[in-house]
């Protein structure tokens, strides 16, 4: 069974630039969740979708991120325009239910110079 | 104030000791108790869950909560080098759906 994929596995962007994250979850599973970890800092949760709905998103830093998940499969993160600050590792997590384990992504690696 | 306090280390430890790796935590609500291990560029892999109080073991790892104490551990017996890696500690409240993690503890076992 493939585990979470996450595209691209580095970016590197200019401020003020705009950027797209992709995910695609385990087949099968409704549950979705992004995080982030900013340089230093440990992660944290940014939002969580059930299918193609917004569960959860009081992580969302500012409303210069947009996530999307139409048709309840893949999930788009995206950042316009991106600042310094939004540099970090972008992880997407999976679960079948929300009761169970969620599995992660290797990472988007995303630099604004 | 952090919700999840881990100590970063590095923690460097011969092989075959016995690991203590600890977090604690401010929030009560706190209900689920994780363990991640992340190797270098990965994601985070689930190690162990527990559900409130209490100890739960697999294999060469250990879990313990005290929810009174609001202090978890996870120690590792017979440490191995494929055990370096950095180890997070993760929780959530009653619904599950969003995880406060540790900054995570970066342990490094010599052969």
């Known amino acids: 069974e493939a585990g979470v994929t996450q595209f691209p596995s580095h970016s590197v962007i200019e401020k003020g630039q705009t950027v797209t994250l992709r995910c695609d979850p385990i087949s099968g599973h409704d549950n979705l969740y992004w995080y982030r970890r900013v340089m230093g800092k440990e992660i944290k949760f940014l939002l969580h979708f059930v299918k193609e709905s917004k569960q959860d998103e009081s992580g969302m830093p500012n409303n210069r991120f947009l996530a999307e998940r139409t048709g309840g499969t893949y999930s788009t993160l995206k950042v316009q325009p991106a600042e310094l600050e939004d540099s970090g590792v972008y992880f997407c997590?999976?679960?079948?239910?929300?009761?169970?384990?969620?599995?992660f992504g290797p990472g988007t690696r995303l630099l604004v110079l | 104030q952090k919700e999840v306090e881990q100590d970063p280390g590095p923690l460097s430890v011969p092989e075959g000791a016995i690991v203590s790796l600890n977090c604690t935590y401010s929030n009560s609500a706190f209900q689920y108790f994780m363990w991640y291990r992340q190797y270098s560029r990965k994601g985070p892999e689930l190690l162990m869950y527990t559900y409130s109080s209490g100890n739960k073991e697999d294999g060469r790892f250990t879990a313990q909560v005290d929810k009174s104490s609001k202090y978890i551990s996870l120690f590792i017996r017979d440490s191995q080098p494929s055990d370096s890696a950095t180890y997070l500690c993760a929780m959530s409240k009653y619904n599950f759906n969003k995880f406060y993690f540790g900054s995570g503890t970066k342990l490094n076992v010599k052969p």
């Open positions: 997590a999976s679960s079948a239910t929300v009761l169970e384990t969620q599995y």
